[in-house]
């Protein structure tokens, strides 16, 4: 069976880091792209960052570029998200997605497997 499973998220301090990591079973990385998406109450889910797993080339949103940090283990089929610096603003459900079919990276829709997600609150 498939599934991806992500796990790193709690409640921390502003300011603060941690590291959120998303492991995938029954998949190997010939899926091409992982994709870290965030989405708050109230708010769509967005596509924070993401890594192509054949050269590793990564992309972030602007509006968390040079505080997150996408990076993978392929001993471990692991991709983690790395964040620096928090805000009260990245408070939200962290989604890793897999087996995309292509397109636009940054669209849901492209996705075929999901995690559960994993909650993070940041504190002020």
């Known amino acids: 069976q498939v599934h991806l499973v992500e796990s790193g998220g709690g409640t921390v301090q502003a300011g603060g880091s941690l590291r959120l990591s998303c492991v995938a079973s029954g998949l190997n990385f010939d899926d091409r792209r992982r994709t870290w998406f965030r989405q708050a109450p109230g708010k769509e889910r967005e596509g924070v960052a993401t890594i192509h797993t054949g050269d590793e080339s990564t992309l972030y949103a602007d509006s968390v570029k040079d505080r997150f940090t996408i990076s993978q283990d392929n001993a471990k089929n692991t991709v983690y998200l790395q964040i620096n610096n928090l805000k009260p603003e990245d408070t939200a459900v962290y989604y890793c997605?897999?087996?995309?079919?292509?397109?636009?990276?940054?669209?849901?829709?492209?996705?075929?497997?999901w995690g559960q997600g994993t909650q993070l609150t940041v504190s002020s």
């Open positions: 997605a897999a087996l995309w079919s292509g397109g636009n990276p940054w669209s849901a829709s492209t996705y075929a497997l």
